[in-house]
């Protein structure tokens, strides 16, 4: 049976009975059996003074880049480190001057964007060179910890979508990714670790027993969490990624599209794991709200082959490819950064978005980025807490 670092911890709350604790969590910070952290761990003797949550709030309510203003009544203090702007997203250090522990426990889907170990991140800097102790209570890497894709971060091209420099999936869990952190940075900071028991790293979410809590409105399933180091890329052009349908990041188009022109281009290149299906759809928010759009449904048919980035890569490069003229890459979409395309922000560097504009073929594109994936891996190495 696999126990998440939240599962371990609950046995040893007795030890931090004098702490004054504040908690980073949403409800992905769940036991085995469905029971939120905050109420396991009073009930346990735990002095919570505080908790923080990430993007979209305690119960995921809010849309991505919507600042949290209000949440809901669970009888103790929360506080939101989503904002407005990038000046919000760091935390104020006055917000932990009654606190002696932070913990950190939040399911996480294994790419380099998604931003709640951005948050972590953050407010490991915020809390450096003070006597404060930050907790991790680990959990599994959804989409395996054995496999890495992607270019690196270039640090010119940092932003929330992009903070601790790893490929853009990088096969860690999230205390391996602050370990990492805390040396890559030289972060000054009294960090610690409640591994998992039972998990290892070739493992898929579905293999561990655990419960899928959506991490995020658009994050519904485990197959969602398996596509998304590479669909969220669609969020850098004029595309629907599937934002106000049942489906995000399986479901892309645009108005421009024609389906079975598209599925066809795309099925054609063979791309390993994935099944392209022509279709319409009308999404009830986001890009093309309340408009039919044709586009293709994403299945995944062996998610051993699948290589997400690459995936996204090839869908975008196809899109340029058949409609040149009518595909934009998108600035300003994110309140954060203004200075580089989002599509930019997201590779971690111009790159692969010039390549694509210069026509380059699909196999030097993706060649760009090997040398990255051969650095990281032999790093990261030195991060696992967890067996093969």
Not at 113 to 126: G, P
Request: some cysteine; hydrophobic content about 40%; glycine content about 8%.
């Amino acid at each position: 049976m696999i126990l998440t670092g939240l599962d371990r911890f609950i046995e040893e709350v007795d030890n931090y009975r004098n702490r004054r604790i504040a908690l980073i969590v949403n409800q992905t910070s769940v036991t085995r059996d469905f029971q939120y952290s905050w109420n396991e761990l009073r009930k346990r003797g735990a002095a919570i003074r505080r908790i923080f949550t990430p993007e979209h709030g305690l119960f995921a309510t809010e849309q991505d880049q919507v600042a949290v203003k209000s949440q809901p009544d669970i009888d103790c203090d929360i506080i939101s480190l989503y904002g407005e702007s990038y000046d919000s997203l760091i935390p104020n250090q006055n917000l932990f001057q009654d606190i002696d522990l932070v913990i950190f426990d939040i399911q996480d889907v294994g790419a380099r964007y998604y931003t709640y170990v951005n948050t972590m991140a953050l407010v490991m800097k915020s809390i450096e060179k003070r006597d404060i102790e930050m907790l991790i209570l680990d959990r599994p890497n959804p989409i395996g910890g054995n496999k890495v894709e992607g270019p690196l971060l270039n640090g010119d091209f940092s932003s929330f979508v992009g903070i601790i420099p790893v490929t853009v999936r990088h096969g860690m869990t999230p205390a391996e990714l602050a370990l990492y952190y805390r040396d890559a940075e030289r972060i000054d900071i009294n960090l610690s670790v409640v591994k998992m028991h039972g998990w290892r790293r070739g493992m898929l979410f579905s293999e561990t027993g655990l419960p899928w809590i959506p991490p995020s409105p658009n994050m519904p399933t485990e197959d969602t969490a398996y596509i998304y180091p590479g669909l969220c890329l669609i969020e850098g052009l004029n595309i629907s990624e599937g934002r106000g349908t049942a489906a995000p990041f399986k479901l892309i188009g645009a108005s421009f599209i024609e389906p079975c022109e598209f599925a066809e281009y795309l099925n054609s290149l063979g791309i390993g794991g994935v099944y392209f299906r022509q279709v319409f759809f009308k999404p009830c928010f986001n890009k093309y709200a309340d408009e039919e759009v044709g586009g293709v449904f994403i299945h995944i048919t062996d998610v051993g082959r699948l290589k997400p980035f690459a995936t996204g890569i090839a869908i975008v490069k196809s899109l340029h490819d058949l409609y040149k003229d009518r595909v934009v890459f998108l600035k300003d979409i994110y309140e954060f950064n203004s200075t580089h395309p989002a599509f930019d922000l997201l590779c971690g560097s111009s790159s692969i978005r010039e390549m694509i504009l210069n026509g380059s073929e699909m196999s030097e594109i993706i060649g760009s980025w090997r040398g990255d994936e051969d650095d990281f891996s032999a790093i990261k190495r030195e991060y696992h807490l967890y067996e093969y």
